[in-house]
């Protein structure tokens, strides 16, 4: 399958603080980028849909101007978590699909394992 | 209601088994359907895409598709221990999001 990239794997942040997590398609161009969250032992909630040089499509009940997603090119999109707090601690996941692929596979990255202190 | 629906779990079957898995989903209109496995800390890998009314096989996996039901499985022979993990069932909807079921741990065991 195609190679999506999610970095860091993990972080520990101070509440109150920022972190952005970066996904990157390696070997494809990804006209489309999702944003989960998981939470120990649920299933995958997405947060929003970005697409290439648009703005990103929350999820009804995410806050989009505490989860801020930057889609401006086509190998890379960033989730921001500003201002975290402890509840913000998740396993945060991006997929993407896009040209080079089938019409509809999406592929996911490594994840990122956010814990705010 | 769900987007998608699956059975939590836990299912537990016997090495060599046969692992049944089962999903609905809500939106009629829906075209693509995809299952995934996620191993405990780890990120969901694609495992079966299907698109069309039947079974679709893959090596020892078979996904079954019924439109009309709303209905999609995942079949799993000879069943592994490395098999064990948890299945999430996907759905994409007329749109461009893919939405998923809450997953079916399963256990094979030895």
């Known amino acids: 399958g195609a190679v999506v990239s999610q970095h860091p794997s993990r972080v520990i942040c101070k509440s109150g603080t920022s972190v952005k997590i970066e996904c990157r398609s390696l070997?494809?161009?990804?006209?489309?980028m999702f944003w989960y969250r998981q939470f120990p032992k649920k299933s995958l909630m997405l947060m929003a849909t970005?697409?290439?040089?648009?703005?990103?499509?929350?999820e009804q009940g995410v806050e989009k101007d505490k989860f801020l997603i930057n889609h401006a090119s086509l190998t890379l999109s960033t989730l921001t978590v500003t201002s975290a707090h402890p509840e913000d601690s998740s396993f945060y996941i991006c997929?993407?699909?896009?040209?080079?692929?089938?019409?509809?596979?999406?592929?996911f990255g490594q994840g990122t394992r956010l814990t705010v202190v | 209601q769900k987007e998608v629906e699956q059975n939590s779990g836990p299912l537990s079957v016997p090495e060599g088994a046969i692992a049944s898995l089962n999903c609905t989903y809500s939106d009629r209109g829906s075209q693509s359907f995809f299952w995934y496995r996620q191993y405990s800390g780890k990120s969901p890998e694609l495992i079966m895409s299907i698109y069309s009314n039947g079974d679709k096989e893959d090596g020892r996996f078979t996904a079954q598709l019924n439109k009309a039901s709303q209905y999609v499985s995942l079949l799993i022979r000879d069943s592994q221990p490395s098999d064990s993990a948890t299945y999430l069932c996907?759905?994409?909807?007329?749109?461009?999001?893919?939405?998923f079921g809450t997953g079916t741990s399963l256990t094979v065991i030895p």
């Open positions: 997929s993407a699909r896009g040209l080079g692929l089938t019409n509809t596979e999406a592929f």
């Open positions: 070997d494809f161009q990804a006209t489309t």
């Open positions: 996907a759905v994409k909807k007329t749109g461009n999001q893919f939405y």
């Open positions: 970005s697409n290439e040089g648009s703005k990103a499509t929350y």
